[in-house]
């Protein structure tokens, strides 16, 4: 080889050389680039979800002044009052919070399967309450009668008994940990209080479907409650008593509509006078201490949903719990 085409070889190398190094500075570079475009955007975006989430808690706030209003002015509940009108969008510095409040005593609770009004020397305490039990199994029917494609059966009451009462013996066609145990992913009953009602997707029996379809008329109170009969929807005032028919339903919600029962004693005396039904005014009332706020607020490219339990008191609302995605 002589010396000049050695010169010529080693000059292509050198080229190709600085060629791949271009190349991999040019790769780089843009990789670089990306990456920050990437932490601008997620830094950004962790922004607006704080940004959203303050007024999420300041729609909590203002909920709170409303209902501490509200009880100063009128002893009841209704959904004819301020607190139950959803909130609609107001905008606020980089987008809009919109919300509303639900009274959850219009609800079914499902703490209320399991006695523990009697305190905890009591031999009452902790067993199945069978006259709520009877209430499920009716809302369980008539969930089943509306909502397509969901079949609930009323054994899955006893399941939601055995799922909260502290002991390990299952009611018939109930589940316990015998049941759980033997599941190909395992797991224990809770055997407390249900502290959300979505813990309902982990007993036996129910399917995403059927949860869904409960969801809507199910709560997990912290303690037994009656069921507020102005703002509870006809599903759950069914749910009261066999007797009540679905014409009965509607016709006692059709009643709210411009009034509201001032007693329990009004409502009961109402079923027994115009439909022959007796009830137990304990299983009633016509005011709440529980309620959700549903607050969505908006910032940018980012919508933070936020759901907050709150507790009224003749002293203040206090937080009972608050959580972000699903109530």
Request: avoid cysteine; charged fraction near 20%; aromatic fraction near 6%.
């Amino acid at each position: 080889m002589t010396l000049v085409s050695y010169k010529y070889k080693q000059q292509g190398v050198a080229l190709i050389t600085a060629l791949l190094i271009a190349a991999l500075v040019t790769v780089a570079a843009v990789a670089m680039a990306s990456h920050q475009q990437l932490d601008m955007r997620r830094t950004g975006n962790m922004l607006e979800a704080d940004q959203a989430y303050m007024y999420a808690l300041a729609a909590e706030t203002w909920v709170i002044q409303m209902l501490k209003e509200d009880q100063q002015k009128t002893q009841i509940d209704t959904l004819i009052e301020d607190w139950a009108m959803k909130l609609p969008p107001i905008p606020v510095e980089g987008g809009a919070i919109t919300g509303s409040v639900e009274d959850l005593q219009g609800r079914f609770n499902l703490n209320n399967l399991v006695d523990t009004s009697a305190g905890e020397n009591s031999e009452s305490n902790g067993k199945p309450d069978q006259a709520q039990i009877k209430a499920f199994r009716s809302l369980l029917t008539q969930v089943s009668l509306v909502k397509e494609k969901v079949q609930l059966s009323p054994f899955v009451a006893n399941r939601v008994a055995d799922w909260i009462d502290p002991d390990l013996n299952a009611l018939a066609d109930g589940a316990e940990d015998l049941l759980y145990l033997g599941l190909d992913v395992p797991y224990r009953t809770a055997n407390r209080r249900m502290i959300s009602p979505s813990e309902l997707a982990s007993v036996a029996g129910l399917t995403l479907r059927d949860v869904s379809a409960l969801l809507p008329l199910v709560t997990a109170l912290p303690e037994s409650t009656a069921i507020n009969v102005n703002t509870a929807p006809e599903m759950v005032l069914l749910s009261l008593h066999e007797d009540i028919t679905p014409r009965i339903a509607a016709e006692l919600a059709a009643m709210r509509v411009n009034t509201a029962f001032e007693t329990a004693d009004e409502f009961v005396k109402k079923l027994k006078d115009d439909y022959d039904v007796t009830l137990d005014k304990k299983l009633v009332s016509v005011s709440s201490k529980y309620f959700l706020v549903t607050s969505d607020a908006t910032i940018g490219r980012t919508t933070v949903r936020m759901y907050s339990v709150l507790e009224r008191k003749d002293n203040g609302v206090n937080v009972v719990s608050r959580g972000i995605g699903s109530y």
